[in-house]
């Protein structure tokens, strides 16, 4: 026990003094030989000989031996830089001052509510009173929820066998709820969709996991993917064995989705014996922010259709559209005004409640439509969804609320249209701050924030400071972000962690802060960009 404390000690010692070290800023504190934390490090050397790795040697699992798939496998937007950042929070926890800045900004994950944002009254309304209904036959109730709230709580749990949220449901979900997913569909959408086409999902992570473990055979299966990417589809599809097959969205036209380019992309994986299987396309864009147009979206069907692929839409961020010349549409409403019908076409769109002006992210309720499959094929889809018995209830109640949520003449109308109206404005004036500060940067340019929660900037770096991030053995733009952080306390993902077209640097950085932090993180980033340019120009 002693040598796994003095073990984990020395770890945490180690990445305080990297940060520590690797601070670019003038006010950062440094290690000296001499200094108490140098004397420390020393110390717990001594009780952690070089050998301590070889007391696993004979457990029968070791880093040479477990699934390479998992070793392939990566995620930026909870890595290297976030454990910094934690460990960087937790010193300013244990020793205020011991940094240049008071506090840490994380504009590195869609998280919301982690960053303030409260909950939609009127969908914690609905599932407290679903998750203790006993309230419900309590006099007080009627005077502390609104009787929308208290009438669809009702209507919920007359859907759910048992009147119980803590128990397994249906292994698409229950029943009642994907009719009012569907209904809200087709309010969305003006094209029917079936109930029976519906997966409810911890999150539209499950559903993407879900169809990779479908499509993918070997790696001689590709998966058609936008780059810069969200890191779940390189991730999966290298869990699941398959080939990621690139395509490039152009930044020049705002993030452009060229058909030549994907053209070209399966053509080139045609010729490399890669057997293309599907099309994912991201919209609104993550962690670009464009919103695709309509033609463009018929002109995507039109390839899917030609080629035989399976489009993959994720559509989480349908709600987040920010300009007013830009409007969501989903694939399926393109397809089906295209003429095309069930068996024309195979398609699977997801959606999440971590996402939108709800940003339900622990909840984790999502949902993927699934048409244009035989009976054969979604019988497999439904033993996969069977694996996991069911998503959890909670997730599944809040899909239902953000597809159905409270309509002209309902009490908590009024409330509910203010609370999504003040946080979707609020996320397109920061939106537009930060692309502006974006912009007046040295060398750095920024399409707008279209749609989603991100920015995606792409940075012009001195040729030293490529030279030294390739001497630290790290991308530029995480040698960026690294110096970011530990000067500024702003957490950002280097653009490497989304791919990106070769000898381009960027960092995605999020609109989630609060508002009133928005000008302190535009004042920090701007005068660390000032010094970090002085410091590595020429």
């Known amino acids: 026990m002693r040598r796994f404390i003095s073990h984990k000690t020395i770890n945490l010692i180690s990445k305080t003094t990297t940060s520590t070290i690797s601070s670019s800023s003038p006010n950062s504190p440094s290690l000296s030989p001499n200094s108490p934390l140098a004397s420390l490090l020393r110390f717990f050397s001594t009780l952690h000989p070089s050998s301590m790795a070889s007391d696993y040697s004979a457990t029968p699992i070791t880093i040479d031996n477990i699934n390479p798939k998992v070793l392939k496998c990566e995620y930026a937007v909870r890595g290297e830089i976030v454990s910094i950042a934690q460990t960087l929070q937790q010193n300013l926890k244990d020793n205020p001052g011991s940094h240049p800045f008071d506090e840490i900004l994380y504009c590195n ?75 809200g569909m087709k309010a969305r959408d003006g094209f029917p969709a079936d109930p029976n ?37 390189s991730a999966s599809i290298a869990l699941h064995g398959g080939t990621l097959v690139p395509y490039y969205l152009d930044e020049q036209t705002g993030w452009g989705l060229e058909i030549s380019e994907l053209e070209h992309q399966l053509k080139t994986a045609k010729s490399k014996g890669i057997d293309v299987r599907a099309l994912v396309v991201i919209n609104p864009g993550n962690p670009t922010g464009q919103v695709l147009g309509e033609a463009n979206q018929r002109e995507i069907v039109e390839f899917c259709k030609k080629e035989g692929l399976v489009l993959l839409a994720d559509e989480v961020y349908q709600e987040n559209v920010y300009v007013p010349d830009k409007k969501f549409h989903s694939f399926k409403k393109i397809s089906r005004s295209m003429g095309y019908g069930e068996t024309d076409i195979s398609l699977v769109s997801f959606q999440s409640v971590s996402k939108g002006f709800y940003g339900e992210c ?27 018995l069911c998503s959890n209830i909670s997730g599944q109640i809040l899909a239902s609320l953000i597809m159905s949520p409270p309509k002209v003449g309902d009490e908590s109308y009024e409330s509910f249209s203010a609370e999504k109206e003040a946080i979707l404005s609020s996320l397109a004036r920061r939106a537009k701050t930060l692309e502006d500060a974006l912009n007046n940067l040295e060398g750095v340019t920024c399409n707008r924030a279209e749609g989603a929660m991100y920015l995606f900037p792409c940075i012009n770096l001195p040729d030293k400071a490529i030279k030294a991030a390739e001497e630290a053995k790290t991308a530029p733009d995480a040698f960026y972000a690294k110096h970011l952080l530990n000067a500024t306390g702003i957490v950002v993902v280097p653009g490497s962690g989304f791919r990106q077209v070769p000898g381009t640097w960027h960092f995605r950085c999020t609109i989630l802060p609060q508002e009133e932090k928005i000008p302190a993180i535009v004042s920090r980033l701007t005068e660390f960009h000032k010094k970090f340019m002085d410091e590595f120009r020429g």
Not at 157 to 182: C, F, M, N, V
Not at 197 to 205: I, Q, Y
Not at 206 to 227: F, K, T, W, Y
């Open 362 to 388: 622990g909840k984790r309720g999502g949902y993927m439509e699934v048409t244009g499959f035989s009976p054969e094929v979604r019988e497999q889809i439904y033993k996969l969804a069977s694996v996991n």
């Open 109 to 183: 994950i869609g998280n919301p509510q982690s960053l303030a944002q409260q909950p939609i009254t009127f969908f914690r309304e609905v599932l407290a009173l679903c998750d203790h209904p006993s309230i419900l036959d309590k006099s007080e109730t009627q005077g502390l929820f609104s009787a929308d709230a208290i009438e669809r709580a009702f209507q919920i749990l007359e859907q759910i066998p048992g009147r119980a949220t803590g128990a397994y449901s249906h292994s698409q979900g229950i029943k009642g709820l994907r009719d009012t997913i569907a209904s």
């Open 197 to 233: 086409d519906l997966f409810l999902t911890d999150g539209a992570s499950p559903a993407v996991h879900m169809m990779m473990q479908l499509l993918i055979r070997s790696e001689n299966d590709g998966i058609l993917c936008p780059i810069p990417q969200y890191p779940l589809y």
